[in-house]
């Protein structure tokens, strides 16, 4: 009785493997990301799920979940890992946790001069290394997705050094933007991105960093009086799947996935300047924030307050890769 109930359901399980509904439907790809969809990182997944539907002809289904609203930044990484979800594609600052501190370098003050300079990076042997650091987390890189530059924001002024004292600043998870605000004798606080309106409007922060676009459209402007155009800083994307299951992808569906991906990255990367221009220019439309640009002198001031960050960070991340990204990308306009 036992023996014909296993060998039935063997024989269920062998027809529901291989019988024509299965082959029918779809595979499924969750694509997890928090921030909204009218974004660099927004525009880019919907395209991605545009080029993958059509290429694989219907045979992938790609399900993009924008605005955190299926995980949180911390959350993403461990479902991903866990296999809850398929895609993420999450800023270089939020790998850390995870044990690859590497990304970290993406965030040292000034150290990108522009998206021209980035690419040296991102599309050159360094950028495939630090990709393949990922493998052992059970992980895949796919791409190096922009989204631009940060600027300050705050309720009081921020142009000298000095005002930065004292002051929490809401961070992302990554310990050199903890080194960069300490280094301005400001008080780093991490904090989850979909937390980030409601901390600056109870006060829980008094500040931020983020692009022109983050900032927009999660209304940030709405709740602080300033936003200082300073450029200190990048904000890019790793678009990560999870090993196993793009492994374990039948070669054709993989290989058309990765064309819609290559494409998507393209034109993702291709308006992502242009996308934060729009969204600068939508800030000041609302007067809501006053838009403080930078003297020369200012500019020097913070590039000078924040040099120290480099020799901290050294001590995580390793002088070789700073020396190595440091290599690409100075000698351009920085
Ligand atoms: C942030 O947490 O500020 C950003 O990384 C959000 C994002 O994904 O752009």
Known sequence: MRTFAIAASIAVLALGLTGPASAQSPIIIKFSHVVATDTPKGKASEKFKELAEKYTGGKVKIEVYPNSTLYKDKEELEALQLGSVQMLAPSNSKFGPLGIREFEVFDLPYILPDLKTLRKVTEGPLGLRLLKLLDSKGITGLAYWDNGFKQMSANKKLVAPADYKGMKFRIQSSKVLEAQFRALGSIPQVMAFSEVYQALQTGVVDGQENTWSNIYTQKMHEVQKYITNTNHGY????????????????????????????????????????????????????????????????????????????????????????????????????
């Open 235 to 334: 904000i890019g994307y790793v678009v990560v799947t999870n090993k196993k299951f793009w492994d374990g992808l039948p070669a054709d569906i993989r290989a058309q996935c990765e064309k819609a991906m290559k494409e998507a990255t393209e034109y993702g990367n291709g308006q992502s300047a242009k996308e934060n221009d729009d969204a600068l220019a939508d800030i000041k439309k609302t007067g809501k924030s006053e838009i403080v640009a930078l003297t020369p002198e200012q500019d020097a001031a913070m590039r000078k307050a924040l040099e120290p960050v480099y020799q901290d960070v050294a001590k995580r991340v390793g002088q070789p890769l700073i020396d190595e990204f440091l290599k690409e990308t100075r000698g351009a306009t920085n």
